[in-house]
Every structure is written in C-alpha cells, then in structure tokens.
C-alpha cells in the first residue's frame, strides 16, 4: 500500500509555501507542478535561463526557443523573464531559490545526496544537480525508497556524491523523513505512507533515525 | 568597422587551426550556432577542444563534429543524447571533462571579465573538488575554480546589427552572452540582421565589443528534442 | 505575492535596524533611489553602513544621510562631490572604504551570486592589495576580493511590474542591477509601475525574484551635476 | 614652446588605430575625442555603463539618465548600448578596451603610474582608474611633463600607486615616451615637442631614458 508516484508528488507539494521560488527536477517532481495548492502563488525556475515557467504549450504552440531544463517544449506566463545561464546560476547559487525538489538513487543519514553517476556505467554529466542541490535554500528528495530492493536511504552513500550534507527531507513511496544537517543524530521519520507499516520502513532503511510520527 | 559576413564558411575563414578550443553556444539543441558548426565541420580543422554545456544529437549540433572526429575533448555539463559520444569515448577517442553546469557558466563569464579564479560552494565534497583548492569563508567550505577562454566563440542570436550588439530570444539565451566574451574572437549567427540603431540600446544583451564577425542566418532550422504539449483542457504539466 | 507599496516610507517599514548595512544604487546622482533614500532620513536609524559608490552632493542622494548624520561607515569608490562628506570624516564621525569602481561592481555582483571570493588583477602593487591575498595566474598576479552583501538594497529603476520585474532606463542602470541581487530585501522604486506581462521578457534587467518590495515613484527630481552642451554647430566635444 | 593642452590631445588620438574602443579619461584625454583623423572609426567606451558615447547633447537635449564617468551630460549615438557596471568593468578586466588615454600625477621608468591620492590631502576615491589602468589593453598618459616645477617623470612614484608598471605611452607637453615594461630599461624618449630642445627635456625629466628620436 505504498504511495504511488502521483501521491508522492503530492506529498512533496506541499513543502511549497506562497511565494515560494521553486525549481522542479525530472521526473516525479515534475508532477508536483500539478499539485500545488489553490490559493499558494509559486514560480518555477527553469536552470537553463527562466523563471516563471509555464504548463507545456498546446499543440502546434511548440517553440524550439523555449525549453526546460528537461530539453521539453514549454510555455510562458506573464510574469516570466529569460536570463542567461550565468545569472540563471548566480540565482541557485547565492540563495535566491527557495525550494529545490529533485530525485536521488541515494540519501545519506547526514543528507549526502548522489543522483549524478554509477561507477562502471557510462556518465553523461551532473547537468545543474550539484549547483541546485549545493545552491538552493531547502533541498527536497523524492525517490522510491528502495531500487531493485536495494536500500537508498543509507548511513553513507556508496555512490559518488552530488552534494554533501544538502538533503533537508525526503519523500519516498513509504515515508517522510527530515534531516536535521547539523545535530548528526541521523533521519528523524516524520510520516508513513497511508497503510505502510512502520516495520517495513526499518527493515527497508539502512541509514538510522529516530521516529517521530 | 566592418563585421557582417557573407557566408557562415566566410566568417569563420583564417580562424581555425587544429587543436584549438572552441566555445559554442546553446543549452541542447536550443540556441545552437548551427549554421557555423556545419562550417567547422566544412572546413575540416580537428583535434579541437569544445567548451559546450551538451554536445547536440546524433545528427544535429555538435553531433556533427563527433561523426567526422573532429572533437578531441569536451568541457560540458551534460553529454547524453549522444550514441556516437559514448561510442567514441569508450574507444578512448574523446576526452571529457565534466563540470557542473553553474560552474561552467560561471568560469566562462569569469574568463570574459578577467577573473582568473573565484570560489563556489558547488561540488565542495564531491569529486569535481578534487585535486582543486577548497577553502573556508564565514564557517563554509568552498572550491575554488579557474577560469575558461577560447581560442574562438560560435555563438547563436535572434538579432544583430552591423555594429554587433546582440538580442537573443526566450531560452535560446542560455550560454551564449558569457561565451560571446571569452574568446580571442566571436563569430555570431544572427536570425535577423537589422541596421545600426534600430536596437533600443538599454535592450541589447551583449555589445559589439564583443563580437568580430556576423553572419545572417535567416529562417536556421530548429530541432526540438522533447516535444511535449498539453490538451486545451489541462490547466498545467 | 503582494509586493507593491503605497509610499516610500511603508516600502522600507520593518526593515531598519540601527547598525544595519545598505546598498544604495546610483553613479553620481544618475539612477539614485531618492525617494528610498529620503523615507530612510525620516526613519531616522542611524549608525549605517553604506554601500554606494558615491555619496551623493550637498543636499541631495546620500548627502541627506550626512546631514542627519545617520551613515557611520561608507564603501564607495569616489566621494569627491560632497563638502559635509570631508568635515565627518575629518572629524572621525565617519569611517570610509574605498573600492576601486569596478572591484566595488564585481564585490557586489559575487555577493548576490554566491560568490565569496575571486581573483582580480586590479589594484596589485596598490595599497588597495595591502593585507589580501595575492596569487599568481598564468604568470600574473592577482588580489583576492570578497563579496559584500546588505541587510537591504535600495533601487531606482525606470519601469516595473507587479512581478518586481525592473527595466532601467540608459546609465542610471550602473550600479542597481547587481545591488538589488545582493541583499536579505531589496526594495526597488520604479518611474512606471506597469502590469505584468507588459514588459517583454526577453528585456527584464531585474527578474522579480530579487525584488521584495516595489514602490511607484512617478516624476521623480532628477539632478544633473555637471551640465556639458555644445551648439548645434560642433560636432564632437 | 611646449605643446599646448589641445596639441597634447591631438597627439594622444594619433594612438586610436580604425575600429579600436577606447576610454578617455578626464581633463586633456577627453579633448582627444575632437581630434581622431578621419576615416578612424572608434567607439568611446564610459565606464558607468555605456559603450558608443556620443557628444555632449545640445542645449535642451540634456537627460540626467544619460551620463557620462565625469557626471557630465553626454548624448547617444546608433551604436551605442547601455550595461551595468559590473558589465562595464567586466569589459575594462577582461581586456577587451583597446586603449585608455589619461592623465597622471607620476609616472615611473618601469610603467608605475600614480593618479588618485595625495598623503596628507583629503582622499576622494580612485573611482575607475585602478581597474582602467590595470586591465585595458594599452594605457596611454597624457600630463605636464612638470607641476609646479615639481618632475613627473621620476625612476620611482613617490605618491601611491594607482598601477604597477601599466603605463605604455607618455604624453607630455614636452615629449613622448614609450616604456617597455618588460626591458626595465627605462624610458625611450620618442618625440620632442616642437621646438623643444632635447636639453630642457633631460634637466626636467627624472626618469631614465634612452633616446631614440
């Protein structure tokens, strides 16, 4: 009875506050665009040089010039600027965006995040995943919580890192956890997904936390 | 102070030798300088170096370049799209380096404004930090990076006029102001060639300063790699 | 997302802190928030740091925070228009640090980049390299300057939206843009408050995420200080 | 007979070579601009954010949103563009100014140039003259060759340097001296005034020089 991909995304929505400048990775969080709460303004922020992103464009909309950092044909809004990628950087960077929502193949007790490389297999790149994880104010992972029934949360990271202590909470199909960054008491279980046993999350989790349902 | 070209082949003329470090503009195939990198590939010149944050499609873009193993090394954020990329770097034909993607836009614009080097928290703990100086500032940790300048910039814009002041449009915006910078010199592409002074000049992006040579590319063509489109129903993503 | 206020005063309400640190925009009395820097005189906190890269005239710009003498410490890089400006800081009532321009420029734009440090050339040799790192690049050497950043940042733009989105109007953008990406708030006074989705953009200096707080100032004074014509016979200067 | 003020600057725009963005500096070099042969196509770059300035605006044209690095009134032309300062001096660092024509208090044999302060008096800033001096690619000074009798041209600054051996070309209005900055030979004194003799040239000149008229 573990969350589906949809309520995951859901789940991570709420983490958005009004006014909230927000940038969405691929994948599930890109559906949380779809589950922002009625009444909460928020603007998404697209690293390749955008902010105020819009839905996809209807058919026949479709303008080369104007992508996601996905490569994905999308729309403006009229509150939208384009910027270079130096400024679209110096953004992420020094601060400026609130909340950075993003997928992981694993997450550290101490927030060790690594979602860029697996030694052996061919690299294509980090792309802006360190600079957004490194850069952004509140670094939200949402990922399943295990891989071919191999555990992700972990005590340290097997793979090479993308960030080091930048994980603040994570969303997975199972559980909500948050990190504390500084206190190195490990994750602190906050939620179990609807009908999710709090045994299967021990027994699915290898990094140590403290429950605090 | 002439600067416009006739031809994509013409202004890239008595630029190129082998070996040399090429910048080139675009964020995947969106704001590429298509028209020049077919010259490049033209013109035969290889063992080049290209600083690019993606190396295009099979095909399209610097694909080019990779199918007449012209690239032997690339600075770039992002390589995936690529089959021949992969193939070629397993065959130990092609270096890559990796950076991430604020970093390498970061150290472009810091080569196009005399900045030799500047710290980033980006990467700090990762493998990128390696090998690099990583430094304390207010209780942090941060790397150091240095750097980029290229022999030659190709860079891709929606308007120019004979002066060389530059417009880009949406998206197509991405590397192109910084690389037009850094480089001995920069050879722009432009959709629209408009006369001297028809360009609001508080709207011009990058000023002709920075760009040697022009060429009017009217009505380039432009892939799209991810065509995605919404119902006139759905209200968003 | 309410940012716009109804006067300068409500616009920096909450924000002031005796002691605190603010930039304020501007070259000479060109692009000055004057309307800003006249609700923080009536304010009356006192005991600021000032960074600004002038210090206005007698009577005008920053010279009315010398009147009220609330500017304790000043990071500028010229200060010569301003006669109060000399008799406080003779007087030691006034501490001042100067920056070479474009260093002052460079500070200000790391700082709203998460920069906190970078390498420049200028000022080697000079006492304005004493007591910093200095390093060798290429053969050269280089000092080391770190970023600033202020508890907030006033702006004088030409245009802006609801959004916060600003556009600045010929050389009285100079030092604004970096400023306003510099600060924990930056409020921006505007000469045309515009809708959103009226300001093309493509051609936004200042995207809304760096601006907190807006303010419509229409007709503000504008002071010229050194008034230069020629007649309609003369060519150049 | 020593060159007058308006002599000095027509030789200084004899430096302007077809195409070249230059910076003038204020007081002599900024008369340079009415004395640029014709057929030489020059762009005036002024570091407050504007390259391809223009002459002053005639009367009732004057814009106080258009200005120039001395604060005075200038006029836009065709070509011009507008950029921050932190764009402006991007260009000055990153050489892309051809040359700066500007006058000095000191210039050394080795290429020091001392401009902004005098001890004791009352400091106004360097403004831009230390990112000027240190980046653009040719720095060409134009000065008395004296001050109140006081030599200008001296083997060491004795005010604070502005630059370490920056300095190409001097300017005076008696001589012109070139410095190779990497001989540490000294001067090459290149030109006398008209009328100057070379004696009065070597009695107010502390500098050393070789001569090569």
């Known amino acids: ?213 | 102070m002439q600067k416009v070209y006739s031809s994509a082949v013409e202004s890239i003329a008595g630029l190129l030798a082998d070996g040399m470090t090429i910048m080139s503009g675009g964020f995947g195939l969106c704001g590429i300088p298509s028209a020049l990198i077919e010259a490049i590939q033209l013109s035969g010149v290889n063992g080049l170096t290209i600083i690019s944050n993606n190396a295009g499609v099979d095909g399209a873009g610097l694909g080019l370049l990779l199918e007449s193993r012209q690239i032997s090394r690339m600075v770039s954020s992002y390589v995936g799209e690529n089959k021949l990329f992969a193939q070629q770097y397993l065959a130990g034909e092609l270096q890559i380096e990796f950076n991430p993607q604020g970093t390498l836009a970061e150290r472009i614009r810091a080569g196009g404004a005399g900045i030799p080097a500047f710290f980033t928290k980006t990467g700090v703990g990762t493998s990128v930090a390696e090998g690099k100086e990583v430094r304390r500032f207010n209780g942090e940790e941060f790397v150091m990076e240095t750097a980029l300048f290229a022999d030659v910039a190709l860079i891709h814009a929606w308007k120019g006029d004979f002066e060389g002041n530059l417009v880009y449009r949406k998206t197509a915006r991405n590397f192109n102001p910084m690389m037009a910078t850094a480089a001995k010199t920069t050879v722009a592409e432009v959709e629209c060639l408009v006369s001297t002074g028809s360009i609001d000049p508080d709207q011009i992006h990058t000023p002709g300063i920075f760009v040697s040579r022009i060429v009017h590319v009217p009505d380039p063509e432009k892939r799209i790699e991810q065509r995605t489109v919404r119902r006139l129903a759905e209200e968003t993503v």
Not at chain 1, 5 to 12: G, K, N, V
Not at chain 1, 18 to 47: K, Q
Not at chain 1, 133 to 157: D, F, I, Q, T, Y
Request: aromatic content about 6%; charged content about 25%.
């Open chain 1, 1 to 213: 009875m573990a969350w589906t991909r949809e309520q995951m995304a859901a789940r991570a929505a709420q983490e958005i506050r009004d006014g909230f400048y927000v940038n969405l990775g691929i994948g599930i969080p890109t559906l949380v665009a779809n589950y922002v709460p009625t009444g909460i303004d928020v603007r998404l922020h697209s690293e390749n040089g955008m902010l105020g992103m819009g839905p996809f464009p209807l058919e026949g909309e479709e303008d080369p010039d104007l992508i996601n950092a996905g490569k994905q044909t999308i729309s403006e809004l009229p509150e939208t600027s384009f910027f270079s990628s130096a400024d679209s950087f110096g953004m992420v960077r020094g601060g400026h965006i609130d909340l950075s929502i993003l997928g992981a193949m694993q997450v550290a007790e101490n927030g060790d995040l690594a979602n860029w490389m697996i030694p052996g297999k061919m690299v294509k790149g980090m792309g802006g995943a360190m600079d957004l994880v490194a850069g952004v104010r509140r670094v939200v992972v949402v990922m399943e919580h295990e891989a071919k029934s191999e555990p992700k949360l972990l005590k340290e990271c097997t793979l090479p890192l993308t960030g080091r202590g930048v994980a603040s909470l994570v969303i997975t199909d199972l559980a909500v956890f948050e990190i504390d960054k500084n206190s190195g008491r490990g994750m602190i279980l906050r939620e179990l997904a609807h009908g999710v046993a709090l045994e299967e999350v021990r027994e699915k989790t290898r990094a140590s936390f403290v429950e605090c349902l």
